[in-house]
Structure formats: structure tokens, C-alpha cells
């Protein structure tokens, strides 16, 4: 697993282009844009499922709540930084709250 925040960032993208088989290449993903909704990447909900499901086989992160999902599918950012809390915390869930 990664050790470093920006390494972690740059298998997030690694795993969001190859989950959802984007064209778009991972270093073009920056880490802020978001993943849904106007200006974003353009995915849908159907991506959004296949992105939990590939985080919980990666790096064990069950992410059961869509309100959760919603803030931690918002960027590449944020999904490296649920990751990390959740690698540091040794959760097996997502929290809901803050």
C-alpha cells in the first residue's frame, strides 16, 4: 500500500481508470476535480457503484450509506483521504459522521 498521501492519490486514479476502463489517462485526473455532476469527469451512478465495490476490494473500505458515498466520491481527494483514515483507523465501514 502506499505510504505517502500523493502516493496514495495516484492509485486512486490508477483504480478509477481502470475499474471504470476510462480513456482519459490517470496523471490527466487531478486531485479536485469531481467525479460527478457539472465540470466533472462525467460519471454516472452506475460508476459510482462499481467504485465502491472496487474499494472494498482493494483497501477494505465498505461504504454502506449514500450520503457517505456522496462525500467521499466527490474527488480523487477525497477518496484518498477516506482511504487513508480508514488504512490509519483499521475501520472494516465508512463513518457517517464526521
Known amino acids: 500500500m502506499p ?3 500523493q502516493a496514495l492519490r495516484g492509485e486512486v486514479r490508477v483504480l ?3 475499474t ?3 480513456t482519459l489517462p490517470a496523471e490527466e485526473i487531478t486531485d ?3 467525479l460527478f455532476g457539472p465540470g466533472s469527469l462525467g460519471l454516472d451512478s452506475v ?3 462499481q467504485l465502491v465495490v472496487a474499494l472494498d ?3 477494505g ?3 454502506s450509506d449514500a450520503e ?3 462525500r467521499i466520491l466527490g474527488s480523487v481527494a477525497s477518496v484518498a483521504d477516506a482511504v487513508a483514515s480508514h488504512i490509519g483507523r483499521g475501520d472494516t465501514k465508512a463513518q457517517s459522521a464526521d
Request: proline share 4%; no cysteine; net charge positive.
Open 61 to 63: 473500505l465498505k461504504i
Open 47 to 49: 460508476d459510482a457503484l
Open 3 to 5: 505510504t505517502t498521501n
Open 20 to 22: 471504470l476502463m476510462l
Open 68 to 70: 457517505v458515498a456522496r
Open 16 to 18: 478509477i481508470v481502470e
Open 57 to 59: 476490494k482493494r483497501f
Open 32 to 34: 479536485d476535480v469531481p
